[in-house]
């Protein structure tokens, strides 16, 4: 049986070994945005899950573009400097290719890790000001970020091209805008969180219109053959918000300015919105996304199983997953979705004993 989710796959100049991805997870472990030995050991455990590439977590542009205090950054020579150092290190003693999601936080920032409740920094708990496209809480108990001015707006597209340039120089195979579950660049592109009437406002051209100059910015400064993708909320699944046809123009606009791929998430842009909890529950929009720009698309959201990402891939729904908690519930997830689908995946020499040929059964030197 020869496996579709074990079949390589190229994004603009980038090979990638199989389609499966681990997607972006924030760790809330970094100290004023720069990475520690966390982050050696969690992105050193998923440099050998066997996924071809991994993401790792929103990266943000600015201080103030953090979700927490804990969250990492990409503003600063020390934050490069430590980033540079783990990422060297996963290439050195795992198989997976290395992205990265960079990101500003926007009006959903400044507040508490979620295992210390999630919500907006109180007084005392060293908050900071929030920015946004209007001046918007993202719920009841969060404060109405400052409506940011075209002076703020084009601070933070540089912030972004920085960001790049510094993860150009670690040496990242991918580069991903962080485009979905609320933050800033979502913010201004739904219609929940942008109630401006200027050129970054109004009807949708004028919503995308931060995230398109972004997103050509980054193309300009990125190798041509290095793929520059985004995730992106295809459903704010609240009424009045963004649609799934809203998001097949958004990714086709994207294409034009050199997109190379999408990741379809869903949701996170009010405190109110609900994301479905069924298995899968992104792919219908992935399919959709695929289907109606041909742009390379990624699907994420309870894909747990082997065979559920395996049929994704074979019946053409998605050309890529992503896996978040499954990883860290199985950091060697892909080796064992391999032994399932009778695949083969790389695995680092010291580990090799455990690879299929060498199982009971085979001839193995003790
Ligand atoms: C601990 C944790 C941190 C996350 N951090 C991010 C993040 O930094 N960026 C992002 O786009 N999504 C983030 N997510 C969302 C995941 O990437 C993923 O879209 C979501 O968990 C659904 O996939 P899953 O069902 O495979 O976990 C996070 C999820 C978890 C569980």
Same mark, same amino acid.
């Given at each position: 049986m020869t496996s579709a989710l074990f079949s390589p796959y190229k994004i603009n100049g980038l090979e990638l070994a199989n389609r499966i991805v681990v997607a972006p997870m924030c760790q809330y472990s970094a100290n004023d945005g720069v990475a520690g030995d966390w982050h050696w050991t969690h992105l050193g455990m998923l440099a050998n899950s $066997?996924?071809?590439l991994v993401i790792i977590?929103?990266?943000?542009?600015?201080?103030?573009?953090?979700?927490?205090? &804990?969250c990492l950054g990409i503003y600063s020579d020390a934050c490069e400097a430590a980033l540079a150092r783990i990422i060297a290190h996963c290439k050195r003693i795992g198989t997976a290719k290395f992205g990265i999601q960079i990101a500003h936080a926007g009006r959903k920032a400044s507040s508490s890790r979620p295992w210390e409740g999630g919500q907006g920094l109180k007084p005392g708990e060293d908050p900071w000001e929030t920015i946004g496209p209007s001046a918007i809480p993202f719920g009841p108990s969060w404060p109405a970020p400052r409506q940011m001015t075209e002076e703020d707006i084009a601070h933070v597209r540089a912030a972004f091209v920085e960001g790049t340039e510094r993860a150009l120089r670690i040496g990242f195979d991918a580069i991903e805008l962080h485009?979905?579950? $609320?933050y800033l660049i979502h913010a201004f592109t739904s219609p929940i969180s942008n109630t401006r009437?200027?050129?970054?406002? &109004?009807d949708l051209a004028g919503r995308m219109r931060f995230g398109l100059e972004i997103l050509r910015e980054l193309r300009a400064v990125m190798p041509k053959g290095m793929p520059l993708g985004a995730r992106i909320?295809?459903?704010?699944?609240?009424?009045?918000g963004l649609t799934p046809d809203d998001s097949v123009i958004w990714v086709n606009t994207m294409k034009e300015s050199g997109l190379d791929y999408v990741c379809v998430s869903s949701g996170g842009v009010h405190s109110a919105a609900r994301n479905p909890?069924?298995?899968?529950?992104?792919v219908p929009l992935a399919e959709k996304i695929k289907r109606e720009t041909g742009v390379a698309t990624r699907a994420v959201g309870l894909i747990t199983t082997p065979q559920q990402a395996e049929t994704i891939i074979a019946d053409g729904k998605a050309d890529m997953v992503a896996l978040a908690r499954a990883m860290l519930d199985h950091p060697h997830w892909a080796w064992l979705a391999a032994r399932e689908l009778g695949a083969e995946v790389e695995r680092c020499p010291q580990y090799l004993r455990v690879a299929p040929k060498m199982w009971p059964g085979a001839t193995v030197r003790q």
């Open positions: $066997g996924a071809s977590e929103m990266t943000d542009v600015e201080r103030r573009g953090r979700i927490t205090h &804990g485009m979905a579950h $609320g009437n200027d050129g970054y406002g &109004g909320s295809a459903t704010d699944w609240l009424d009045g909890l069924d298995a899968g529950y992104n």
